[in-house]
Nanobody
Framework: QVQLVESGGGLVQPGGSLRLSCAASTSIDSIYIMGWFRQAPGKQRELVASITRRTNINYVDSVKGRFTISRDNARNTVWLQMNSLKPEDTAVYYC????????????WGQGTQVTVSI
């Protein structure tokens, strides 16, 4: 079992930046995929970015060139650097862990609110 705790959300103006962190309660070295999802009001949760143990990275088209996902297995942490933020990036962002030593179970953090507004 693993607990995921997100931090770094907040209110930012359009064009600004935020860095989200996801701290895991156990080693993430053997977890296959770490990812960030987001859910805006009235919308389905969507994958924003994911990174595998071998650092294969995937982004949703709407954030390519603006967001960067990274993981540090030694620090049991995953980050999402978000630049050039837009109002449509406003959502609750969730950290996600699945695969590898976790088997068929998917774990979620509690979420952190990101609001992009003037």
């Amino acid at each position: 079992q693993v607990q995921l705790v997100e931090s770094g959300g907040g209110l930012v103006q359009p064009g600004g930046s935020l860095r989200l962190s996801c701290a895991a309660s156990t080693s993430i070295d053997s977890i296959y995929i770490m990812g960030w999802f987001r859910q805006a009001p009235g919308k389905q949760r969507e994958l924003v970015a994911s990174i595998t143990r071998r650092t294969n990275i995937n982004y949703v088209d709407s954030v390519k060139g603006r967001f960067t996902i990274s993981r540090d297995n030694a620090r049991n942490t995953v980050w999402l650097q978000m630049n050039s933020l837009k109002p449509e990036d406003t959502a609750v962002y969730y950290c996600n862990a699945r695969g590898g030593v976790l088997g068929g179970t998917t774990y979620w953090g509690q979420g952190t609110q990101v609001t992009v507004s003037i």
